[in-house]
């Protein structure tokens, strides 16, 4: 049973890091598979292949850089919503052990990639709301902020899926506070546009 609930802590925690980046995370789950530090389940083992290292290494730097270029990291934005989704319940569907099928890929979907698509949303309304408020100087911040998670994420919950359960409520608070600046920001707006 505890080994169950610490691979559903590993896949929440790395469908999280996906919804930050979508290919950081994968490319972790690959290189920790090739070097022996992390197993996955049966028909995911494709994941540490040499062709799969090449694909998410390349995919990560391409991601990694486009992020910083100004106008194409929110249309990039726009395009990864989905990719997270997915990225978040094959992340997920692949660390989950012991379970029967409908019950790992129900966990992966709702959880997996629900996590996965809940971060990618708060993350796009932080960028909107930092890339606002700084004309879009503080994007490059933003993007190393984001990857430095993503990674740091991704590790936690390989090597210490416990910790991940502190770090998802860290930002799950963070996620709430953006969310509270969005709307707090749209009703002042809306307040002095209805003042006579």
Sequence with gaps: MQEILLSVIMGLGLSAAC??????????????????????????????SDAA????????????????????????????????????????AAVFVDMSPMLKWTVAIIAGGGSASII?????????????????????LVSTGEMVVSAGVSAASMLMPILTIFILLLIGSAIAWVYHKIFSRRKISQELEVRP
């Design 53 to 92: 290292l090449i694909v998410f290494a390349t995919a990560t730097v391409v991601e990694i850089a486009a992020y910083y270029i100004p106008v194409l990291d929110h249309f990039l934005d726009i395009l990864s919503a989905p990719a997270a989704a997915v990225a978040g319940t094959i992340a997920a």
């Design 120 to 140: 990618h949303a708060a993350k796009t309304a932080g960028r909107a709301l930092i890339s606002g408020t700084t004309l879009g100087t503080g994007n490059c």
């Design 19 to 48: 919804g930050f980046r979508v290919f950081v995370p994968m490319l972790l789950i690959s290189l920790a598979e090739r070097s022996g530090h992390l197993t996955l389940s049966e028909g995911w083992m494709w994941l540490g």
